[in-house]
Structures are given as C-alpha cells and as structure tokens.
C-alpha cells in the first residue's frame, strides 16, 4: 500500500496554523468515549433510590447541594468538547421532558464504552452506527408493547408514578405530601385545548403550562410538612393604604395594567405660566383625571383593585373611602396567574371596563404575615386555572433542593397528561429491551449483529447501577433479573408461538436491591419520558462516534 505522506526529498506540508492541537482517527475517537466515560462516572451514583447527593462550589462561593443529573452537570466546568456536549444531553433531556437526566448520561455514556472494543478492531465508524440505529427502532418497538395506557384521572396509580420519580430524590422523607402537591398543581393548570367539532376525544389536546401558571413560592422557615399548593394565588405585596380592609370573602376583583396617577409627559415639558390662577388650574385638571379614572374604576363596585403600575395618593384616597382595597406594581407574570385564578380580563383603559371584566371566582381575600413579609392570598377559587406552591423548610439549600425535585415531579405528571401511556420502572423496561435485542440480533447476520447486541448490553447499565448504588451483589442480581426475562420470552414462544411479546415487568428495588415485580410493587415510569432516555443516548452515542478529527484552537469569530 502506497504511503499518503508527501512525495520523497519534500518536507511535511503545513495546512494548520502551528499553535492548533489536532487529534485524528482512532486516537480522537477513544479519547471521546474515555472524556464520555468519565461524565458518566460523575453522576453514576445519584441514580435510584439509595443515591448519594453531590456538594459543588460554584465560582462566588456559593453551594449547591443536589442530585438532580442535569443540575449537577450544569455546575461542573469542563472543558474536553465531547464532554461538553454529553452536559448538554442532559440539558435538553430537562427541557424536552424533566426527567431521566440522570439515566440518560448514564445510558449514553455507557453506548459509547461498549463501542470501544468494536473501534478497536477497525469497525469502521459508520457500521457501528448503522447497527445502533437498528437497535434503537427495535428497542422502542419494544417499549411500545410494553407500554400500559393509564387514565390521568385514577389517583392511586398517579401517585405510584410520581412515586418513582420523587422515591430517588432528596425530599423523599415527604413523599406523600410531595406527590399530592405535584399532582394537585399539574391538574389545576391543566385545561383543554378546544378541538374542531369531529375529532375523537383522545386527540383532545392539553394545554399544561407549569412554568407560568404554577408559580412556586420559596418562604424559608416553617416545616417542610407545612407546604402546599393553594387552590387560588398568593403574591408578596401589602395593601397600598393602611385604612383598607385586610380580609374579604367573595371579592370583586379588578386587573388593571394601566397606572392611577396622572400621566407624566414622555419626554421633559415644558409649561409657560403667566397668570397665577392657571397654575391652580393646571394642579385641579390634574386631580380631575385621577378622580375621573377612580370614579370610572368606583361605579363598577370593585372590592379589590390591582395595577401593574403606579397609584398615587389621591387615587388611593378615593379608594380607601369608597372602601376598595389597592395593590400596586404587580409583577405582569403574577398579574396573569390572579387572572386565570379568579376569571377576571385584565384593563387596559379605565374608560373600557365591562362588567365581565370583573373576577369573581375567588372565594376568600386574605393579607397574612409569614415571617417579617406581608402576603395576599387569594383563596378558595372556584376551578382555579393557575395557583401558587408554598415551600416551606429549614435553609435555603432545602428549599432550593425541594424545588427542584417538584418542578421534576410536576414535569413527569405532565407528561402523562400529555401521553398517558406508562412503562414499568426500577430498570425492568431496559431489562426487558436488553433481552429482546438479544433476541432479535441472533437473526441478524453480518458485521452489523455485534453493534446491534452492544445497545442491548449498554441498557443494563441502569440495572446494574441501580443495584450498585444499593449495595447488594451487582452480578448475582443483574443474572437473576436477566433469568427472569429469558425465562418470560421462552414461555411465551412455547405458548403463542414466535410473534407473541411476553409483558414481563420485574425489576430491581431500589431501596432494598432484591428483585420485585414492578406491577405489584407500583412503580411506573412515563412512556415519554424511557423513549426520549433512549433515543437521546443512542442518537448521541453515533454522533461522537462519527467525529474522528478534533481540531482546537479554531479561528477566533470575527477575523
């Protein structure tokens, strides 16, 4: 075989600028599944139940205290790209579907070191990659059979759900408490989309939108059994004039975003006066406006008026005697939440209010005091469309944590809802994918069936963690399991024949490592959320295995 070097009595051809580093071929490829390799050791031990918590500093000395993958990750600084972009996997994992952040590191990490021997031996790149994107249609074939259609509505087996996805964090001391109040916020925001006449009602879209209108407020103090979710709203702002009343039941309440003072020219203005009298004039048209827009405001009898901008002081007298209670400078984002809670339309114009404008649907107003900060709760809303999460506990590194494994939780109920299809959790699904690509790669022939065996090797990572994290005997467990399964495939061949898909839904108990059948046991996991695990890994794993050339020390933009 000829050399590819430069032609003989000629020196080596600089193409790249002598201070880049460029790592190629085979050299570039095993150091990405080494840097892959050691983000999944990072965060190998906060899988399951059992898991550890990990304690980082970031740069201003702050600490988080956290199992959660993608926070985790988020706070480490790395610098090798590959690693880099594995980070990001457990980014998008957060955003696409708030869960599994952990197990999809894990899993891909794991893709890409059952790859290395097949690198080793001169596969070349695009065959490995070509049998894992055969496995990966397989494997979610499998999880299709495998999956059980729940109805959102059945508590029981909601609660088992979020059971397995809380059961691993930090707050699980309160789980139950933790699970009511997920399930609670999730259901209050949910509405469904109107559908065209015609259309089946499982098409039926919903609409969950957690971030704006389940709004977690953290208050530190108090005891963390002392949290939960208000079936209305609550914001921190006193009443604007200390005569106004504190507490009233069945208010009426009115949104403005408009402000009650007299309108400020846009720029600097200038008045020329040359009679004493106009000056008078000028202060009396000014607390005319104000007084037309509370008089406006005042003939709908409002109990409870809230503007995002200004009141002023006159406006507040008027209020305060026609005995209206004011807020002001109310954030836009709370403004809604008190809109959706109460069924009031938030004004723009004083001059436009209707009489549907008016929320009614709050059942009881109350200013309360928590710790030296005053709060309105809104409360007793008559299907409240938005509300409030109170979070109380010890420091603020509790709440924090608390907060996130909520926001978790809620993302998992909200997949549900969305789709409302499970899968059996504690590491049976991939147990039961390993087996059935075992089962399908004997069939394959050729350079593609060791790839293909390697995904189905690769899914018992999460086994196999899971158990470790335990402390029980890792090989022992994971060979039982995986007799469980076999033994659930040879049943059903001998009784249905070859095309028949055994539902076999043992799995590894977290807490206590013995093998348990996870049906009983009730823990499920959202179908979405085991898809989104799985592709994410795999589809990752071919593209780092695709990149044979490094090249740092790139142009800087801009030259």
Known sequence: MASRGPPPGMGPIMVLNSKTQRTQGRQAQLGNINAARAVADIIRSTLGPRSMLKMLLDPMGGIV????????????????????????????????????????????????????????????????????????????????????????????????????????????????????????????????????????????KMEVDIKRYAKVEKIPGGEISDCKVLSGVMFNKDVTHSKMRRRIENPRILLLDTPLEYKKGESQ????????????????????????????????????????????????????KANITAFRRLRKTDNNRVARATGATIVSRTDEIREEDIGTGCGLFEMRKIGEEYFAFFEECKDPKACTIILRGGSKDVLNEIERNLSDAMQVVRNVVF???????????????????????????????????????????????????????????????????????????????ENTFPKCNWGIDGTTGKLVDMEEFGIWEPFSVKIQTIKTAVESACMILRIDDIVSGSKKRGH
């Open 65 to 204: 205290i956290t199992n959660d993958g993608n926070c985790i990750l988020r706070e480490v600084d790395v610098s090798h790209p590959t690693a880099k972009s594995m980070i990001e996997l457990s980014r998008a994992q957060d955003e696409e579907v708030g869960d599994g952040t952990t197990s999809v590191i894990i899993l891909a990490g794991e893709m890409l070191i059952n790859a290395e021997p097949f690198v080793r031996t001169n596969i070349h790149p695009t065959v490995i990659v070509r049998g894992y994107n055969y496995a990966l249609q397989e494997a979610l074939s499998i999880c299709e059979k495998l999956a059980l259609v729940v109805d959102v509505n059945d508590a029981e087996r909601m609660k088992s759900l979020v059971q397995s996805c809380i059961g691993t964090k930090f707050s699980s001391r309160w789980n139950d408490t933790m699970i009511d109040m997920a399930l609670k916020a999730v259901l209050t925001v949910s509405r469904a989309i109107p559908t065209p006449v015609g259309t089946d009602a499982y098409s039926q």
């Open 269 to 320: 203005t200038n008045v020329e006066i040359t009679d004493e009298e106009d000056w008078n004039t000028l202060l009396k048209m000014e607390e005319e406006y104000v007084e037309n827009m509370c008089m406006e405001i005042i003939a709908f009898k409002p109990d409870i008026v809230i503007t995002e901008k200004g009141v002023s002081d006159l406006a507040q007298h008027y209020f305060a």
């Open 419 to 497: 789709d409302p299809r499970l899968l059996p959790g504690g590491g049976a699904t991939e147990m039961a994918v390993s087996v059935g690509l075992r089962k399908a790669g004997l069939k394959l022939e050729g350079i593609q069936q060791g790839p293909f065996l390697a995904v189905g090797e690769a899914m018992e990572v999460i086994p196999r963690t899971l158990s470790q994290n335990c402390g029980v005997s890792v090989i022992r467990t994971v060979t039982q399991l995986r007799a469980k399964h076999a033994a659930a495939y040879e049943e059903a061949e001998k009784t249905g024949g």
